[in-house]
């Protein structure tokens, strides 16, 4: 089945360490998006990639990196300077900008 | 820009009872929308979306909702509740007319259902 895979499921950091969050979709989808979602808030977006090899920011890019090598593939890292990283983070895709978006289950990072 | 309002916080039913949240949009023109489940600790599912082919948009689980231009609205509603659509729901209008490819999500539905 094709669908969005994100690993790991849980995922803890220590202070002043990097951390990368795998995001992998096999629908042969243009558009990949990265967010993040924080308890009774709703997903905020933080990077978004149309084409391999072109990515943007998005509204809380601060603190966060993404590459886009592969069409199938999107990871984010979260870096040392992103000083709350504590959260729920969503990937997904679509076939085009207009399409409804597919999400994978989540990452849940959290600070040790 | 497309925006939409979803006026209920919280919502609250009986099993079997029917199911309506609310979702107004404000938009220049004729929108996508797409209405999304969040379950939890899971990623968001797409329920159902309207593209303007049709003004009643059947989904999945049961779920509808209705395009209704005149009152700006597309409430997502279902006759009979379970206890499995307990969850976070989502109504978020369509990316195009926006920047390239950003969809805006608001603070949901928490919909609660009681045996």
């Known amino acids: 089945d094709g669908g969005i895979t994100q690993s790991p499921k849980y995922l803890f950091r220590k202070e002043g360490q990097n951390v990368t969050l795998s995001c992998e979709q096999n629908?042969?989808?243009?558009?990949m998006y990265w967010y993040r979602q924080d308890p009774g808030q709703g997903l905020r977006l933080i990077y978004y990639?149309?084409?391999?090899?072109?990515?943007q920011k998005g509204d809380i890019a601060e603190g966060y990196s993404v590459s886009r090598e592969k069409k199938e593939s999107f990871p984010l890292t979260v870096t040392s300077a992103q000083k709350n990283p504590t959260a729920f983070y969503l990937c997904?895709?679509?076939?085009?900008?207009?399409?409804?978006?597919?999400f994978g289950d989540g990452t849940r990072l959290s600070i040790l | 820009a497309q925006s939409v309002t979803q006026l209920d916080s919280h919502v609250s039913v009986s099993e079997g009872t029917p199911v309506l949240l609310r979702c107004n949009y404000s938009?220049?023109?004729?929108?996508?929308l797409f209405w999304y489940v969040q379950h939890p600790n899971k990623g968001l599912q797409l329920l159902l979306k309207?593209?303007?082919?049709?003004?009643l948009v059947k989904g999945i689980n049961g779920f509808e909702a209705e395009f209704k231009k005149s009152e700006t609205s597309f409430h997502l509603t279902k006759p009979s509740a379970h206890m499995s659509d307990a969850a976070e729901y989502f109504c978020?209008?369509?990316?195009?007319?926006?920047?390239?490819?950003?969809?805006?999500f608001g603070q949901g539905t928490i919909l609660t259902v009681h045996p």
């Open positions: 997904a895709s679509a076939r085009d900008y207009n399409q409804p978006q597919h």
């Open positions: 629908l042969n989808h243009d558009a």
């Open positions: 990639s149309q084409i391999v090899n072109d990515f």
């Open positions: 938009s220049s023109y004729s929108p996508s």
């Open positions: 309207y593209t303007s082919a049709a003004t």
């Open positions: 978020v209008p369509g990316a195009g007319g926006t920047s390239y490819g950003k969809l805006t």
